[in-house]
């Protein structure tokens, strides 16, 4: 199975800090935790630079997502996440992902 990560970009460095001033030395703390799993458990990647009109063609078909389909201010969309910081995480050159098996248990 290839994982890919998705809601773990969602925190920073890759999207700002939203909210009040954090605890810094939890905000560290699980900063630290999160490079630490990263590097442990991504540790595939994929060259998708020469690809990415066809994965925003893609992400477009998901148009719930994508678009606000009507006017109402709690129809959110992934670019209001973090300020279109996050939705920027699907751009860039290389993809990660957490590879792994699954067994099957015959009981």
Known sequence: VYEYP?????HWPWTRVEGSKPNLVSFFKK???SGFRLLNDFRLSVYIGDVFD????????HQSQMKQLIAHPRWLTLRDVSEGEFLDCFFQNYELFR???????SE
């Open 6 to 10: 998705i809601w773990f970009w969602n």
């Open 31 to 33: 900063t630290i935790m």
């Open 54 to 61: 066809i994965k925003r063609t893609a992400l477009d078909q």
């Open 99 to 105: 590879r792994y098996s699954l067994t099957h248990n």
